[in-house]
Structure formats: structure tokens, C-alpha cells
């Protein structure tokens, strides 16, 4: 099963991922709440729209913006609505 881990805590764990572009994409569901917070920053994917973020935070680390989401994604890219993807310092194992 897909695990998401950052600094040795599982961050999110689904058997019910998508893979676009390389990435694993876990339903919002599966993402630990207690582990994030909203970030300001937002990026555009031409194909996937407006992408959020969440930032991690735990023990005193932080992982800025290495979480993301399309609230809205266009519709070529409705699989990815109500899900997160990972980068940065966090590591999706199977």
C-alpha cells in the first residue's frame, strides 16, 4: 500500500491512489490533519489548474509547501479533484 513518510511519520497511506505524472495522488481523506497547515502559495499546472498547498509541521520541523491539491481542477484533470500529492523531503514508498 502507498505510504507518504516525512522524517519517519507516515503522512498519508491509501490503497486507493492515482498516478499522474510520476506522482502518486492519495485522497485528501488519507492525509493526517495533525501534521499540516494551510500555505499561501498557490502554482498553475496549463492542464491541471490552480494548485494549493499545505505545509508539514511536527516535533519542531517544518517542510514548507510540500504538499499539494487542485480545489478546482480543470476538467481534463477531475481524477485528482478531493486528492494531495507529495514532494520535497517527503518520500511515497510502496
Avoid: Q
Amino acid at each position: 500500500m502507498p505510504k507518504a513518510v516525512w522524517n519517519d511519520l507516515v503522512v498519508a497511506e491509501s490503497d486507493d491512489t492515482v498516478l499522474v505524472e510520476g506522482n502518486h495522488y492519495f485522497p485528501r481523506a488519507a492525509l493526517r490533519d495533525d501534521l499540516i497547515r494551510e500555505s499561501d502559495t498557490h502554482t498553475v499546472c496549463p492542464w491541471k489548474g490552480t494548485a494549493s498547498y499545505y505545509t508539514l509541521e511536527h516535533d519542531g520541523r517544518t517542510s514548507a509547501d510540500a504538499v499539494w491539491y487542485y480545489p478546482e481542477p480543470k476538467p481534463d484533470a477531475e481524477l485528482v479533484r478531493d486528492r494531495v500529492a507529495f514532494w520535497k523531503d517527503v518520500t511515497v514508498v510502496d
